[in-house]
């Protein structure tokens, strides 16, 4: 039999409720097509394990979702066509349900998956870069996050990565006016809890 972990119920009912839904449907649906996979948590998202070996998971944004498969690039839709190995899911941006593949179809790419792990058919990944340098806060923005407690808090819980978004963009400013604007811009957004690319991540 299969394994349930709790802290995956944890997660969703602590999605949004547009994403509760939709986490819910993927869930019964993997455990319906391999009753054994064992839940897990993997960078933090919901992860189903087959054989020992990732089989899928899922997670949950402000405003989507996600569904991805480990090894995507081995697995084929009826067209036989590619499923596009994308590393925030194959299914681009999921509001609904209805923005999955139907229960059959989803069925047929767990199996598929099942099979890969079963096979024990890896899936060669591309060389990890090496890690950035943490990004150098320039003396104006660290004054202003002084200033603002909640764009504070927000600048040192998110990764690296995104710091570093907001740091070049404040840097790279060519007119003083510019990097002014966008440093006021940095703490507003910082504030609200937005990252530097908040406005594409909602597709």
């Not at 569904?67 to 190995?85: H, N, P, T, V």
């Not at 060669?124 to 004054?143: C, F, G, I, N, Q």
């Not at 811009?185 to 594409?200: D, F, H, P, Q, S």
Request: one cysteine or more.
């Amino acid at each position: 039999m299969g394994k349930r972990d709790p802290r995956i119920d944890a997660y969703i009912e602590k999605a949004k409720p547009f994403a509760q839904p939709i986490l819910r449907h993927i869930r019964a649906v993997v455990h319906a097509a391999c009753p054994k996979t064992e839940e897990t948590l993997k960078w933090s998202m919901p992860t189903f394990m087959y054989e020992g070996e990732m089989l899928c998971g899922m997670a949950a944004f402000k405003e989507h979702a996600v569904l991805g498969f480990w090894k995507a690039s081995l697995i084929l839709d009826k067209q036989g066509r590619k499923l596009e190995d994308d590393a925030m899911g194959q299914f681009g941006c999921i509001t609904s349900v209805k923005d999955l593949p139907t229960k059959r179809e989803l069925t047929g790419y767990i199996k598929k998956a099942m099979e890969l792990n079963e096979q024990g058919i890896k899936v060669k990944r591309a060389k990890a870069a090496t890690p950035k340098a943490p990004a150098r806060v320039p003396a104006e923005l660290a004054a202003a996050l002084e200033k603002n407690r909640k764009a504070a808090a927000t600048f040192e819980a998110f990764p690296p990565s995104c710091r570093r978004e907001y740091v070049q963009w404040i840097t790279e400013a060519k007119q003083e006016a510019t990097r002014q604007k966008r440093l006021a811009t940095t703490i507003e957004w910082l504030a609200e809890g937005k990252r530097r690319n908040w406005k594409y991540e909602n597709c």
